[in-house]
């Protein structure tokens, strides 16, 4: 299983970008996937995940802001991100998890990160 993020970069605070996450190996139909976030210095957070019935969860962070969706055919999840903020501004991971119990478990499966920076 492999995932590979990308669409990270530099944008003024209220601006948007848009995260890809493309898989081989595995089905992103058939799993919950998610989007976390890791500023230096923090934790890394759950931002969204989106379930095999299309089902989506937010962090309340990002609500109304953010957007994940899933493109079966090119078995690919993104992560549409309007209204960015500087707080915005962290690593982004892909994960390939469970969605079990209203909760969400990662997996060992992360894509490579990419880097998103809002500046103000």
């Known amino acids: 299983v492999q995932l590979q993020a990308s669409g990270g970069g530099l944008v003024q605070a209220g601006g948007s970008l848009r995260l890809s996450c493309a898989a081989s190996?595995?089905?992103?139909?058939?799993?919950?996937v998610a989007w976390y976030r890791q500023a230096p210095g923090k934790q890394r957070e759950l931002v969204a995940n989106?379930?095999?019935?299309?089902?989506?969860n937010y962090a309340d962070s990002v609500k109304g802001r953010f957007t994940i969706s899933r493109d079966n055919a090119k078995n690919t999840v993104y992560l549409q991100m309007n209204s960015l903020k500087p707080e915005d501004t962290a690593v982004y991971y892909c994960?390939?998890?469970?969605?079990?119990?209203?909760?969400?478990?990662?997996?060992?499966?992360w894509g490579q990160g990419t880097q998103v920076t809002v500046s103000s």
């Open positions: 190996g595995t089905i992103f139909s058939f799993n919950a």
């Open positions: 989106i379930l095999p019935g299309g089902n989506t």
């Open positions: 994960n390939r998890g469970i969605w079990r119990g209203s909760t969400y478990y990662p997996s060992d499966y």
